[in-house]
């Protein structure tokens, strides 16, 4: 079997974004005998399937630090990596109707302004004056930040996977991690579909399988999956761009523009865990509806397709990052909530200082594993 061993020093979970920033960065400190392990293709989990957004407008000043590191690292990705991933600074307009998310929003730019993010706090007017396809009339107002926008996460995720490989890192596809090897405390190693593979670290970063993936290593961790919808519609020439990222917070509806086209999402809180990766016609309906109300402009728009993926979600809606303290070796960085694309280049670093140095200059409490139930932490309020 090409590329396959039967040890190694780390194991990486997982080839999404996380997992392929983690490779490289373990790859880039010398790190040279690491395995990452996919069970389908790179890139192929909720990475390929996101809308790749990035934005320094988070109320948790941890979330808000790890998209300006991945926000610098964007900006030269071109110079550092030959590869262009489609940046788009077009910015994010959050809207608030109902007061406590008024205040939320808020509270949030006073923390925003903290870590100098360029923020701004406006009226309803100011909205209608700076869009006026977007409808106001039942807005307390919202908060824009010009300098977030959108990238594509292929290009990214590939390129960082390519460079950990061309420095030494095996790169294993269709091979499903089954369990992991725990022994007095200490990880042993992993079993696959493919055989066994023996080390002292191994790295969970299996995204929305997460949970399943602890599991395996008698952890119990509150990472679940939830299905996201996502819709692309024609409005060629009907609204002049860019059209930056529009969210209504109240109702987790957004859209933003994508080429000529119309992106527009929305989360359903009602709706259970579960791996469902369907399009669902009646939520569609729903999605139009909530677009067609923020734009009337919009209603003679046509469909062009929609797709389903995975947010992997915790209860705080902040990831999991950092030791595993019950089992020596046994590392997570999974639960991102929705916002691990814009976070995930960031956590490479971050996880790759941990293992290699024994500490790292980012303050992980907030994404303890063992936070939950014990400790009141704010987790994140500016959540899609
Ligand atoms: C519709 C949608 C829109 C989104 N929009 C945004 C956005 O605008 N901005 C943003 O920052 N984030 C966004 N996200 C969230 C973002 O996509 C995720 O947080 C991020 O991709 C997580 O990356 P990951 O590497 O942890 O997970 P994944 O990309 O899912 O990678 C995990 C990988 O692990 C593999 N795996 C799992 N179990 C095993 C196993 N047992 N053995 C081997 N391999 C395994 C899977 O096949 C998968 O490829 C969005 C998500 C969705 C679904």
């Known amino acids: 079997m090409r590329d396959w061993k039967n040890t190694a020093d780390i194991i990486i979970i997982g080839g999404g974004i996380v997992g392929a920033s983690i490779a490289y960065h373990l790859a880039t400190r010398a790190q040279k005998d690491v395995i990452l392990l996919e069970k389908e293709y790179l890139c192929e989990g909720s990475t390929g399937l996101s809308v790749g957004g990035f934005r320094q407008q988070f109320s948790n000043p941890a979330n808000i630090r790890l998209s300006q590191e991945t926000l610098n690292g964007f900006k030269h990705f071109k110079e550092d990596f030959g590869v262009d991933i489609d940046m788009h600074q077009v910015g994010y307009l959050f809207m608030a109707r109902e007061k406590d998310i008024w205040d939320d929003l808020k509270n949030g730019v006073q923390i925003q302004k903290k870590y100098s993010v360029p923020v701004e706090l406006l009226s309803p007017e100011e909205i209608s004056h700076r869009w006026p396809y977007i409808k106001t009339q039942d807005l307390l107002g919202g908060t824009f930040c010009p300098e977030d926008g959108y990238a594509d996460p292929y290009p990214v995720t590939m390129a960082l996977a390519r460079s950990a490989q061309s420095r030494g890192v095996h790169i294993i596809e269709k091979t499903r991690v089954t369990d992991l090897g725990v022994e007095r405390g200490q990880v042993k190693g992993v079993k696959t579909t493919r055989g066994d593979i023996s080390a002292p670290i191994v790295i969970n970063a299996a995204g929305p399988w997460g949970g399943e993936v ?25 609204i002049p761009g860019p059209v930056p990222m529009v969210i209504d917070l109240d109702s987790r509806h957004y859209f933003r523009g994508e080429s000529k086209m119309i992106l527009t999402g929305m989360s359903d809180l009602n709706e259970p865990s579960s791996f469902n990766l369907l399009v669902d016609q009646e939520f569609m309906v ?11 402009i919009l209603a003679n728009s046509r469909l062009i397709r929609g797709w389903a ?24 960085a999974i639960g991102f909530s929705g916002h691990g ?14 293992i290699c140095d024994g500490k790292t200059d980012f303050d992980l409490s907030p994404f303890a594993h063992d936070r939950f139930g014990k400790i009141n932490l704010p987790g994140e309020k500016q959540v899609v």
């Not at 395996?216 to 999956?225: D, F, S, T």
């Not at 729903?286 to 009337?296: S, W």
């Not at 992997?312 to 020596?328: K, L, Q, V």
């Not at 694309?341 to 790759?352: C, K, M, Y």
């Open 341 to 354: 694309f814009q976070h995930g280049p960031a956590v490479g670093r971050i996880l790759s200082e941990l």
């Open 214 to 238: 602890s599991r395996m290593a008698g952890i119990k961790l509150p990472v679940r999956p939830y299905r996201r919808q996502v819709f692309i519609i024609s409005c060629i020439n009907q």
């Open 286 to 296: 729903k999605v139009i509806e909530a677009l067609v109300y923020r734009a009337p």
């Open 309 to 332: 993926g995975l947010y992997a979600i915790t209860p705080d809606e902040n990831p999991i990052i950092g030791t595993i303290t019950e089992i020596e070796g046994f590392y997570c």
